[in-house]
């Protein structure tokens, strides 16, 4: 009976390290990690041990037994995996870095950041003695994008935030919550009261279009739209119009299906997840009908990944169309093509609501007199570099899509940070193994772009970490000025605490996970104890 990793798999690895045959990967150090969509459970060698669904934080690895009819694909998925990649000469199995003797006295680091890559860096370090974190964060919340990204129907990636929480229970860990680096505290603060400062910021930003029409009221950006139907402080109290039967979404990465999803999804549904309750209020009175997904490449170059795609193929009640197949590509090129093709073949069903994913339509121009009211859309033709990147051109002629709400997902983009170089081009601060210079270091997609999953940050918080101990072994480290204290009116863990315990409580009582705080003030008092009306 083997056991599959299914689509909420987040790639921190700890199922490796927990299987006593080496049956999961790819592993850590092995080609193909830092790109694999997740990780496999190879059926023919897997002793039905159980041991991978224990260490897996967000419940992905089942027995092919306790698979759902919508699951059943990852079984084929897993073995399709070791066909192409035998793994025969199996590297020894993933272990830990070993724990360092590092200099007497005690080693601070402060983490500015409290998403998974910033929390992922403190636990790498809190593995050492004598090391104490403090990790700061603008919000008043931690968890990042865990929190305020993945997609209130994926509770089950949402899991991840119980590692968290051992993560920041341990021995030398504590927070500052609701601090603005920058403005509350300065880079400068932060080094007179710490060895180090390792950035995790983020990409809090997205990519623009650059086209016509891009700023009118309707062109959002998916990154905001996101934000606004978790709940994020910065983005509760948007408004949306929802009042079109057709939204349009360019880009097709596995936002842009997080997206589509959320604005199909039955309200009902929704309603049992974190959703915050003004996006939940919004969604009940929407109008939207049809969601398409614009690609300027074929369906072989989509962005999202075969997992999503997979669930997203499992939807109920909603029709997932495709549009757009190159002529001369074959149906079974690869598991995401046999995927799409499954799809296009099949028949939708009169009344539904509808995804589509439209392939080889570039946007033009978004049109309308004071608010979107059309895209101005252009069909695609592929060609194919000498370096065999395959690019798309667009023919000229031009199709009008009438819809009231255009959302780009395009990819993200980090912020420059006072004190640190910045890269414009790529967006990232300049680092070698995630050091800036002796005491600034990076990890996430702030030092490597936005890339990879949530387990991704594992791996590239160890090799900056690996660098920051290294400095303090060999003494580069300026010692922190004694008595300097940098924001002492920030949020505790205490305080975090109180935060979640109240919205948690509010969950219950209405048979949800939690319902979010979603304002700054109401998160504030709920840290003191004080009650407040959550939503």
Not at 110 to 122: K, N, S, T, Y
Not at 255 to 283: N, Q, W
Not at 285 to 301: H, I, M, N, T, Y
Request: proline share 8%; net charge negative; charged share 25%.
């Amino acid at each position: 009976m083997p056991y599959a990793v299914t689509r909420s798999c987040c790639a921190d690895a700890s199922c490796v390290l927990a299987c006593p045959v080496n049956c999961i990967h790819p592993a850590p150090g092995e080609p193909g990690f830092a790109t694999a969509e997740m990780l496999y459970v190879d059926p023919r060698t897997c002793v039905d041990c159980g041991a991978c669904t224990t260490a897996c934080p967000v419940d992905a690895l089942k027995p092919h037994t306790a698979l759902s009819e919508a699951e059943l694909p990852f079984l084929e998925l897993n073995a399709d995996y070791y066909k192409q990649n035998p793994h025969d000469d199996r590297t020894p199995m993933y272990v830990l870095p070993k724990q360092r003797q590092l200099p007497e006295g005690e080693l601070s680091v402060a983490v500015v950041g409290a998403g998974p890559a910033g929390l992922f860096a403190a636990d790498e370090l809190l593995r050492h003695p004598g090391v104490r974190v403090t990790v700061y964060d603008r919000l008043p919340t931690p968890y990042g994008l865990a929190r305020a990204g993945v997609a209130p129907d994926h509770q089950d990636t949402k899991q991840v935030t119980r590692l968290f929480r051992t993560i920041e229970s341990q021995p030398g860990f504590s927070y500052r919550l609701g601090v603005d680096i920058g403005t509350d505290v300065t880079h400068a603060d932060l080094l007179r009261e710490h060895h180090a400062v390792l950035y995790a910021v983020g990409a809090a930003t997205d990519k623009r279009l650059g086209i016509e029409g891009e700023d009118l009221p309707g062109s959002v950006s998916a990154t905001d739209f996101v934000a606004w139907y978790n709940g994020h402080p910065d983005r509760a109290d948007d408004a949306h119009p929802l009042d079109t039967e057709r939204a349009v979404v360019i880009g097709n990465g596995n936002v842009a299906l997080d997206v589509a999803r959320i604005l199909t999804a039955d309200p009902e549904a929704l309603a049992r997840t974190d959703i915050s309750d003004r996006a939940l209020a919004a969604l009940r009175d929407s109008k939207v009908r049809e969601v398409v997904l614009l690609g300027r490449r074929g369906p072989a170059q989509a962005a999202f990944t075969v997992p999503e795609l997979i669930a997203l193929s499992a939807l109920k009640d909603v029709d997932v169309v495709v549009e757009g197949w190159p002529e001369g590509v074959a149906a079974d090129t690869s598991e995401k093509t046999r995927l799409l093709a499954d799809l296009a073949a099949r028949t939708p069903v009169e009344g539904r609501r509808r995804i589509v994913l439209r392939f080889l339509t570039g946007p033009v121009r978004i049109t309308g007199d004071g608010a979107v009211r059309a895209l101005e859309v252009t069909p695609t033709e592929l060609h194919t570099d000498e370096d065999g990147t395959v690019r798309a051109r667009p023919t000229g002629a031009t199709e009008t899509l009438e819809t009231g709400l255009v959302l780009r997902s395009v990819g993200y983009r980090a912020r420059p940070m006072a004190g640190l170089p910045f890269d414009e081009a790529t967006a990232t601060v300049p680092h070698e193994a995630g050091r800036v210079e002796p005491g600034v270091y990076v990890a996430g997609w702030v030092k490597r772009g936005p890339t990879g999953f949530i387990g991704t940050n594992k791996t590239c918080a160890q090799e900056t970490v690996e660098s920051l101990l290294e400095d303090f072994a060999a003494g580069r480290l300026t010692p922190p000025e004694p008595g300097a204290t940098a924001a002492p009116n920030a949020l505790d863990l205490a305080a975090w605490q109180a935060i979640d315990r109240a919205e948690r409580e509010a969950g219950e009582a209405q048979g949800r996970p939690r319902v979010k705080l979603t304002d700054t003030a109401s998160l504030r008092r709920a840290a003191q104890g004080t009650p407040v009306a959550a939503g």
